[in-house]
Nanobody, 121 residues
Framework: QVQLVESGGGLVQAGGSLRLSCVASGRTFSRYDVGWFRQAPGKEREFVAAIGWNANTLISDSVKGRFTISRDNAKNTLYLQMNSLKPEDTAVYYC???????????????WGQGTQVTVTV
């Protein structure tokens, strides 16, 4: 069992930045592939970025060049640095652990409760 708690969301103007954090507890975080997803109102949850236990990364085309995923295994923490934010980035952001590095939501087993990101014009 893994418990995940996201933080760092908030209200920001377009062009601004936020850094999301996801703290994991339970089993050994460093062994997991982990990722970020987001869900906007009325839309399906979509992949944002993922990072493997070996630091390999996957990034959605919609955020490539603006978002960076990273992890600090010593702190059991996953990060998502979000720059040049756009109103269309508004969503609830979730972190999750994966069976293996993947963009598919069905490959992720444990989920946090989410943190709201709202980007205003």
């Amino acid at each position: 069992q893994v418990q995940l708690v996201e933080s760092g969301g908030g209200l920001v103007q377009a062009g601004g930045s936020l850094r999301l954090s996801c703290v994991a507890s339970g089993r050994t975080f460093s062994r997991y592939d982990v990722g970020w997803f987001r869900q906007a109102p009325g839309k399906e949850r979509e992949f944002v970025a993922a990072i493997g236990w070996n630091a390999n990364t996957l990034i959605s085309d919609s955020v490539k060049g603006r978002f960076t995923i990273s992890r600090d295994n010593a702190k059991n923490t996953l990060y998502l640095q979000m720059n040049s934010l756009k109103p269309e980035d508004t969503a609830v952001y979730y972190c999750a652990t994966a069976v293996y590095l993947s963009v598919r939501i069905t490959d992720y087993a444990y989920w946090g409760q989410g943190t709201q990101v709202t980007v205003t014009v």
